[in-house]
Every structure is written in structure tokens, then in C-alpha cells.
């Protein structure tokens, strides 16, 4: 195993530790690459299709290397009434990525979640843990816009 991995000695060798050994690598490397899902496997001497098996299993786990910035689209009650799967879509067609996906410039990365906490301000979504409320298209658009441009 390359000692780029070295960490998931800290999840012990059992397969049972197999999800934390994941959550080691993701809170170290952000993602699941195709080379953390062979050293994995190397470790708990599993095959990378049971290792890949697993981590398609857990929501948790991602896949994709994340952009600068997490975009997340509250999904919730509140707003979902007040129309957040309009906002996604929205959100959808200005960068050209589905939930689950990061764009070519690896500068967003869209989610939807479940509520974000702040009902009263729906429809909400938040990128890298700041909240903007109260959406409506042209905002949405616009926020989109002044973080593309400040890169
Ligand atoms: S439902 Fe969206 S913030 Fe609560």
C-alpha cells in the first residue's frame, strides 16, 4: 500500500472496520478516488468490487473529487413548499451539473440536503456552510455569478 494511505492502520485490519477506514479517507482526502478504493481493498483483503459495493451503498460517500464549493439546496419541508426544487433546477442549468456532481472546472459541487435549520428564510441553500435565503431565480443566478467571478 503506497504511504499515501498509511493512515487506515489507525481502522485496525478487520473488515469490520472497513466503513471507518472509508471515513478516514474521506476525511483525509475529501473523496473516495479509484486509488483509495484498491488501497482499501489492499487492506481489509477484500476485492475493490466489494470495497466499490460498499461506498455506492453509503450516501455518505463521495465519489467525486468536491469543488471549491459545496453547493447544498435545502430539500426540506419549509423549502420544498416555497419551490427549492425550482432552485435546483435553476441552479442545474447554470452550471451544468446534476445533484451528486462537480463541474468541469472542479469549482462547484451540487448537493440537495435535508433542512439546513433555517426554515423561516425558505427556499434556503448554503455553499461551504453560508446560508442564503430566501431565493428567488434572479438571486440565485446572481450568487452563482459573483463566486464564479472571485474564482
Ligand atoms: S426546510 Fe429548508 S431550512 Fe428547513
Known amino acids: 500500500m503506497s504511504s499515501r494511505f498509511a493512515f487506515l492502520s489507525e481502522a485496525g485490519m478487520d473488515r469490520?472496520?472497513?466503513?471507518?477506514?472509508?471515513?478516514?479517507?474521506?476525511?483525509?482526502?475529501?473523496?473516495?478516488?479509484?486509488?483509495?478504493?484498491?488501497?482499501?481493498?489492499?487492506?481489509?483483503?477484500?476485492?475493490?468490487?466489494?470495497?466499490?459495493?460498499?461506498?455506492?451503498?453509503?450516501?455518505?460517500?463521495?465519489?467525486?473529487?468536491?469543488?471549491?464549493?459545496?453547493?447544498?439546496?435545502?430539500?426540506?419541508?419549509?423549502?420544498h413548499i416555497k419551490g427549492s426544487s425550482l432552485i435546483q433546477e435553476w441552479i442545474s442549468m447554470e452550471l451544468g451539473i446534476r445533484p451528486g456532481e462537480t463541474d468541469t472546472d472542479a469549482l462547484f459541487s451540487l448537493e440537495t440536503v435535508a433542512c439546513l435549520g433555517c426554515c423561516s428564510l425558505a427556499p434556503v441553500m448554503s455553499i461551504n456552510g453560508k446560508v442564503f435565503g430566501k431565493l428567488d431565480r434572479k438571486g440565485t443566478i446572481k450568487i452563482l455569478k459573483d463566486y464564479r467571478k472571485n474564482g
Not at 475493490?48 to 455518505?60: H, I, P, T, W
Not at 463521495?62 to 464549493?69: Q, V
Open 16 to 79: 469490520s472496520s472497513l466503513i471507518k477506514g472509508l471515513q478516514l479517507v474521506q476525511k483525509k482526502e475529501g473523496f473516495i478516488s479509484d486509488e483509495a478504493i484498491s488501497a482499501v481493498a489492499g487492506h481489509f483483503a477484500m476485492s475493490e468490487a466489494e470495497v466499490e459495493g460498499v461506498v455506492s451503498f453509503y450516501a455518505q460517500f463521495k465519489r467525486n473529487k468536491p469543488g471549491k464549493y459545496q453547493l447544498s439546496v435545502c430539500d426540506g419541508t419549509a423549502c
